[in-house]
């Protein structure tokens, strides 16, 4: 369950067997490294019977090419020279590695005739590498080969493929690889994380992995529940009571930037499996519920990106950590809870939990930390799923600057957010007769009224919510994913810091 790529820059390289990676504008004669890869001009005459063009993410496939010393010759297609983006970048390296076959070399020649490959660009062609080469097959004891979770071109399971970029400035390039790379492990933590199964993955187990970033020099506070007892996280351990798996509420500082600076805080939900509880789900693709921790999954990823790469700023991240279940114990339809900040809430659904674990931890949060902006990541709603399908996240917000810094990160890294109003008219929709509110108002404009849940536990720190039910995990496949957790949030998050909260 990793990423089996092991690249390398350099200036020049001779090719010696294996598979060579061409790439191509529309606007250019011939590939990047036609000389050096297809001395016999083979490319020509191949790509005059395929009708290749250069066209945006278009392949051409030449086997044993006559006269050229690697094994084979692949061509990726980038489009046009000026309307490239860091994101065509990111999706050719993922054609490339998607074309490798269970080669166990390759040489990728990026410099095009007539267009300057910046180092950002070299990472990011590298960084899609990485990302494509994922696979989760821990599990697996009889693995074929090319298995790929269904994805039969992608690189061999057996062993590192061993790959040398050759690009002009290699230097400069191999430096800016080391961020990528640093994004690549935080994207496959998460994606890890998502993956893994619910009775491995458990409040315990999560805790654990997250305080392995202590290696990176991340600081981790694990509290369990007698200390969320004593901090009155009754929302929280309402969720978890049910289940015997005790909670957890991990808190995890990364301290890279200036002593006198605010932090900034990501809060994330973690029920790392959701049955529902007494509200229990229907049977037919429960098991997709072992990823309702995708946004605590995004959040730990992001804290490991941040540190390996040094980020400068100071970083919070909290994740909840609860298992959902219908045991005798468990909290009932009818239940009056009271959170952390003193608020009552009627649970008038138990499969609202996730609105639950996350008031106490943005409340926790909030008053410990007091941070410059909080936004937390949740796979809250399938009612997201209902507005915005999967290629789009939610995202709600009480300050709209946080938000155009958000969408922009979003349009970046191509972690695409929709925003969804909010309001004082959808907040009467949750308050309670009983409490001073309910965790579900029904049907209508249910993830809108989660996110005004949500709300009432942030008093006026700017804060926004990303609901991500429908893209951190069973998203469609993509140049860059061919996983079921995508480790979505880890990308758009490292963007929304660097571009606007480093010194």
Known sequence: MTSKIDIT????HRVTGGVAVLLKTVEADVPSGAVEADPAGVYARAAKVAKFTGKSMSTLDIVAPHGSEADRIVVVGLGKADALTGHDWLKAGGKATGLLKGADKATVFLDVDGLAISPKAAADFALGMLLRAYKFDSYKT?????????????????????????????????????????????????????????????????????????ALGVEVEILGEKEMKKLGMGALLGVAQGSVRPPRLVVMQWKGGKAKDKPIAFVGKGVVFDTGGISIKPAAGMEDMKGDMGGAAAVTGLMHTLAARKAKANVVGIIGLVENMPDGNAQRPGDIVTSMSGQTIEVINTDAEGRLVLADALWYCNDRFKPEFMVNLATLTGAVLVALGNLHAGLFSNDDALSDKLLAAGLATNERLWRLPMGKDYDKMIDSKFADMKNSSGRHAG????????????????????????????????????????????????????ANYEA
């Open 9 to 12: 820059f350099s200036k020049s």
């Open 142 to 214: 009889k693995k074929k080969k090319n298995d790929n979770n269904g994805d039969d071109d992608a690189a061999s399971d057996d062993k590192d493929v061993k790959v040398t970029i050759v690009t002009t400035d290699a230097a400069a390039a191999k430096k800016a690889f080391a961020d990528a790379e640093a994004i690549a492990e935080g994207v496959i933590l998460a994606r890890n994380l998502v993956n893994e199964p619910a009775n491995v993955l458990g409040p315990e187990e999560f805790a654990d992995t997250a305080k392995k970033l202590e």
């Open 447 to 498: 993830s809108i009224t989660a996110a005004q849940f949500l709300k009432r536990f942030v008093k006026d720190t700017p804060w926004a919510h990303l609901d991500i039910a429908g893209t951190a995990m069973a998203s469609p496949s993509d140049e860059i994913n061919q996983s079921w957790g995508s480790g979505f949030g880890v990308r758009l998050l490292d963007e929304l810091v660097r």
